[in-house]
């Protein structure tokens, strides 16, 4: 609860667990019962509000949540938008370094192979431009 003066507290949104993604499209996702306007990050400990909209944002350094926790991964999806777009060298050479196996596709093909590699308990994040 806030004190008073402390206004509103705006949090980065994360999602504590990994959950299935039920709907993409209009600039979000929808997953959980809940629904967030905006690119995603899911890893092993949750999902989170992801500020790229283009696969050039997707650098090392913005994804260092999965290199960082890349024990629990051996697969990272990515989700480039509407269309596949191939990633940066530097992004490539990083998940290979970390052991990482990192494949770009279209948002609606990433979402779709996550659900199934989830599905199957298999040690999967990814990372989904939103589309309208």
């Known amino acids: 609860m806030a004190q008073r003066g402390e206004g509103i507290v705006v949090r980065d949104a994360h999602f504590p667990d990994r959950a299935p993604i039920d709907a993409y499209g209009n600039g979000g996702f929808r997953f959980a ?26 650098t090392p350094e913005a994804l260092d949540k999965v290199l960082s926790d890349h024990e629990g991964i051996s697969v990272f999806l990515v989700g480039t938008g509407a269309e596949l777009k191939p990633l940066s060298t ?3 050479d990083a998940m290979r370094a970390a052991g990482i196996s990192a494949d770009p596709m279209s948002t609606g093909a990433a979402v779709r192979t996550y659900n ?3 599905s199957e308990g298999r040690p999967v994040a990814a990372v989904f431009l939103a589309v309208d």
């Open 33 to 58: 019962e809940m629904s967030h306007r905006g690119s995603i990050l899911c890893v092993p400990s949750g999902i989170y509000g992801f500020a790229a909209t283009s696969a050039e944002e997707l």
């Open 90 to 92: 530097a992004l490539k």
């Open 116 to 118: 199934v590699l989830l």
